[in-house]
């Protein structure tokens, strides 16, 4: 690099700093930067235009182009030159302007006598905030030096956008972070909340971009990088570390932090005047930009391990950690990328709402949000560059929606649909104490799910009968080792004391698919939902079933046990299951233990094939429950987790409603139990059709117990059987808009 433009960059960076230093509104701010700027570069035009909102950039200040065009001057994203340099965030450096692609002529600037054109993009972390361009009359291109030099300016106004800098009094001359945004992302957990944003990772402030001694800058970042490796190999060291992907990701960071190539790049960005934090951020921006261009997955994951490494960098220079001191907003609603299940747990129910970047359907975090009913939206794009800590923000976890610093008629509309649902839940809560008896004097048996100790108190709070079906993957997946069987045993032994002699249904350990555990080896399967899960592990490595079988029967002593298996094919794998227990309990009783007052052993029923079981099956198992979630998703060939067909067919399709009956004909012809544990069970119509179809117990999330048993006070299931078999001999594909029909003429 060139002595000269070292000096020129740094000499135009100090002017700024200078000039940024100097007591100032905005727009005053905004216009002696650009005169500075074209006079240092000995240009005649610079002019810096920022985004009125997402898609329109505005001319906000101008050195030589005709001062009435500012704030009058507007284009879209994409629209001409500067539109250009904004959409593909890449400068644009040319001789002749008028004759480059898209070059829109604007004659209230008076700009056709520029030929030379240098436009830089306005942006930081990735988020495009404007667009800063210098022109001249000298056809000629801008050397790359100079191009250099309007880039390192050009960051350093977005990081003072970021600061505010250029808010005026009563004149908002930048849009970011205060318009509001609606963000359109998936449901991961319904629910609605409204609150203040809390982000999981606050943003790094970089309060001085600009470096005067880049000895000194220079120092600090080798000392924050020697930093950042003893802690990566502290980390790879350490314990924690128990599966490949995660000792993957740590040599990557540590392939990363020993790079000469990315410690270069950001050694010479302080040699032309950056401050060691800025330097490090713009690397960032750079590895952010590049990642939306990736289409590879395994490359674009590489590029996020280093976006994570610059940020643990970040920190290490700011000094800001994830305890940034600032206090917790009340109703906090918490926003990440994606976060673990442990930590999430650890915020536990004081969060009102969970808004995730990426996150799955079934990731963990999602299920530690259902687990503790707090509304998720998840793969909610662009939302941790957008939110600010303590900013307005409501979740619609219903439709995967946010809005965040909602309009005023927004947020009102968005109140008035919580308070119908609170209205709705305390009129529910009326009837906790009476059964859910439908009109023609069928009663149904409401059960609720559950997975943590911390579900408990709904027993008593929404009225189920007991747990219908306990999760106990949730302990297996907080964890970074097995859980030992004392641990269980003390779990499960609390789970029965807080349930105060109701039944407790637990499910052994239903792992594989999506639920993978951190500590056992990640299994590359081309089909994990119908791959090594469940008791098909269970089965083939008894050595974890039986350790939690035996935890069981301990935490039981003296009471009654209920175990089911998951995920059950075969009448022979519930037979080898139903034995393991057995032997189980036999062990214990040679052992001179007390053992359980009574041992109940169900199925699930989730895979079509049970449903064609022998007789004699379903004649040996005490109870079956059918695991609808599963049992769809097979019975349509419809993947879960899939977005794209997870909604495809409807659960009152007839076929499906049909199955569900002969299921519950097979039960009832050897009088064995039945129940249905899957999502469906607590959406009320749902619900209302599958105890038409002669369910009789249902398991659902605490909060849909109202709901359900209110619906069922309502009707006459004889009736709606009758509705659904004239829609099916009519031959309807689906039976919800003659049921909905139907609904609609019954008394309130
Ligand atoms: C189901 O499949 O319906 C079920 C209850 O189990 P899970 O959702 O945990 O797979
Ligand atoms: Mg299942």
New binding site residues.
């Given amino acids: 690099m060139p002595e000269r433009s070292e000096s020129e960059s740094r000499k135009l960076l100090r002017r700024l700093r200078d000039t940024l230093a100097t007591p100032a509104k905005g727009q005053e701010r905004l216009d002696r930067i650009t005169h500075m700027i074209a006079d240092s570069m000995r240009t005649e035009v610079c002019s810096i235009y920022l985004f009125r909102d997402e898609s329109t950039l505005e001319l906000c200040a101008t050195e030589g182009l005709n001062p009435g065009a500012v704030h009058q001057t507007r284009m879209r994203l994409g629209e001409g030159l500067v539109g250009r340099v904004a959409k593909t965030s890449t400068p644009i450096n040319t001789g002749n302007a008028p004759a480059e692609r898209g070059f829109r002529f604007m004659p209230e600037t008076g700009e056709e006598i520029y030929s030379a054109f240098l436009g830089v993009p306005i942006q930081r972390l990735g988020e495009r905030l404007g667009v800063l361009v210098v022109q001249s009359k000298t056809a000629r291109q801008y050397s790359d030096d100079e191009v250099y030099a309007l880039e390192v300016v050009a960051m350093v106004l977005a990081e003072m956008t970021e600061l505010g800098a250029f808010i005026g009094e009563g004149e908002a001359l930048s849009a970011l972070h205060q318009q509001p945004v609606l963000i359109r992302g998936l449901t991961g957990q319904e629910g609605s909340a409204e609150g203040r944003v809390w982000l999981h990772e606050p943003r790094v402030v970089v309060a001085n971009p600009v470096g005067d001694d880049p000895k000194k800058e220079l120092k600090r970042l080798n000392k924050a990088v020697e930093e950042l490796r003893l802690s990566v190999d502290a980390m790879m060291s350490g314990s924690e570390i128990v599966d490949k992907d995660h000792q993957q990701v740590l040599e990557t960071y540590r392939m990363f932090a020993n790079s000469r190539g990315w410690l270069r790049r950001m050694e010479e960005d302080i040699q032309r005047g950056l401050s060691a934090e800025a330097a490090v951020e713009k690397e960032q921006s750079t590895t952010r930009a590049r990642m939306g261009q990736v289409p590879d997955p395994y490359l674009r994951e590489r590029l996020h391990d280093l976006d994570d490494l610059s940020n643990r960098l970040l920190r290490i220079l700011t000094g800001q950690g994830r305890d940034t001191g600032a206090a917790m907003p009340e109703n906090p609603v918490l926003v990440a990328r994606n976060i673990g299940p442990a930590e999430l747990l650890e915020y536990g129910r004081k969060l009102k709402g969970v808004v995730l970047e990426e996150g799955s359907v079934g990731s963990h975090a999602a299920v530690v949000a259902r687990a503790l009913a707090i509304p998720l939206v998840i793969h909610a794009e662009r939302i941790t560059t957008e939110a600010l800590n303590g900013d307005a923000i409501l979740v619609d976890g219903d439709q995967g929606v946010v809005h965040l610093r909602p309009e005023d008629t927004v947020a009102g509309a968005f109140r008035d649909k919580i308070a119908m649902q609170a209205e709705a839940q305390s009129r529910y809560a009326s009837l906790r104490e009476l059964p859910a008896l439908a009109t023609c004097g069928t009663q149904i048996s409401l059960h609720m799910n559950a997975g943590l100790m911390a579900d408990l108190p709904s027993l008593a709070g929404s009225g189920a009968e007991g747990v219908g ?1 306990f ?1 106990t993957e949730l302990q297996f997946l907080l964890r970074s080792r097995v859980p030992r069987r004392g641990e269980l045993a003390a779990l499960y032994s609390r789970v029965l004391d807080s349930a105060k002699g109701k039944r407790v249904v637990f499910r052994t350990l ?1 792992i594989g698919s999506d639920k993978v555990l951190p500590y056992m080896k990640p299994q590359d399967e081309p089909n994990p939902a119908m791959g090594w899960r469940a008791i098909r592990v269970g089965l083939d490595k008894p050595g974890v079933m039986r350790m939690q079988l035996q935890a069981l029967i301990r935490a039981a002593a003296g009471r009654p046990l209920s175990v089911m298996f998951p995920f059950v094919a075969q009448m022979s794998e519930f037979e080898a299951a139903r034995r393991a227990l057995l032997s189980e309990i036999e062990r214990e009783r040679r052992a001179g233990h007390v053992l359980p007052t009574s041992t109940e052993i169900g199925a699930m029923l ?1 895979t079509p094939s049970l449903a064609f079981a022998p007789r004699s099956f379903f004649e040996l198992a005490d109870f079956v429950s059918i ?4 049992l769809k998703q097979f019975f349509f060939a419809a993947d879960r987790e899939n977005e794209r067909v997870r909604r495809r067919y409807d659960t009152l399709d007839v076929s499906f409603l049909d199955f569900i009956g002969r299921i519950a004909d097979r039960c009832a012809e050897t009088n064995t139990p039945l129940s249905f ?2 999502e469906d069970a607590g959406r009320p119509i749902e619900a209302l059709c599958l105890i038409a179809m002669g369910l009789r117990t249902l398991s659902m999330r605490p909060a849909s117990i109202g709901p359900v048993k209110h619906l069922i006070r309502r009707v006459n299931l004889a009736e709606l059987r009758a509705v659904i078999d004239d829609a099916r001999e009519a031959g309807a594909l689906t039976v919800r808009p003659a049921v909905m029909e139907w609904l609609a003429r019954q008394p309130m």
């Fill in positions: 079906l999760r239903d989730e695991g609808g979630n599963d544990c899957g």
